[in-house]
């Protein structure tokens, strides 16, 4: 029976039966791969299917681990199909604001996100838009309008008495901003084989895992 069409015979070197690559060592990733975390297609010649950029990072890139020198090309080529998107960011700065509840206390994250829902609803000029991990770090694609880039809140969750007659408790929760300033841009670099992994890098990839994971977390049960 002929091969079905589009499919990728083994290459050279490979060996006969059409068995699994030798398993360990090097050269043995599919040609076209990124390595660790690696979400493109490993096929580039495969009918249909764009070719992914080959990124070999400088060297003068610190590098996590053993540093790859080359693409190998030993193996069968195959392609990987990954759940994964594309994501681009415009906002050439973010700004970085620490939040603390209940006057300085280590506030409940339950109880934090639900007086931040509450501010949002108070000022949704202010809180409308942010990025906030429910914890105590809150990102801003624009430099918040506080005096002296610090601000106070004053959050009732309850309306009217409670049942002993006794006003509803009133919370405190202050914003300050801190001195970093995140540059997504570093994440470009990094993608590209320019850049180190280093603390900017991070902070920038965390500071987009709290901007992925606000919309699920609040509308999504």
């Known amino acids: 029976m002929p091969p079905k069409r589009g499919s990728m015979g083994p290459q050279r070197g490979a060996p006969r039966g059409g068995g699994p690559p030798a ?15 690696s979400a493109s297609s490993a096929s580039p010649s495969a009918p249909g299917t764009p070719s992914a950029p080959r990124v070999v990072p400088g060297k003068h890139i ?5 540093k790859r020198p080359s693409y190998g090309t030993s193996g069968r080529i195959t392609t990987v199909i990954t759940n994964q998107f594309e994501l681009t960011s415009e906002c050439p700065k973010i700004y970085h604001y620490d939040a603390v509840g209940n006057e300085e206390k280590a506030t409940p994250k339950p109880l934090m996100h639900e007086l931040y829902q509450k501010l949002k609803q108070m000022h949704p000029e202010i809180f409308g838009s942010l990025a906030f991990d429910g914890r105590k770090n809150l990102y801003s694609s624009t430099h918040l309008p ?11 969750l309850q309306e009217g008495n409670n049942a002993g007659g006794k006003p509803p408790k009133v919370y405190r929760v202050r914003f300050q901003k801190t001195h970093q300033e995140i540059i997504p841009e570093v994440l470009n670099r990094f993608v590209n084989g320019q850049a180190s992994h280093d603390n900017d890098v991070t902070v920038a990839i965390n500071s987009l ?8 977390s609040e509308y999504v049960e």
Do not use: C, H, K, W
């Open 23 to 37: 398993r360990g060592g090097r050269g043995t990733f599919p040609a076209g791969g990124a390595g660790r975390g």
């Open 62 to 66: 610190v590098s996590i681990g053993v």
């Open 146 to 156: 506080f005096s002296n880039d610090r601000a106070e809140y004053q959050v009732q």
């Open 209 to 216: 895992n709290v901007v992925l994971s606000m919309f699920p």
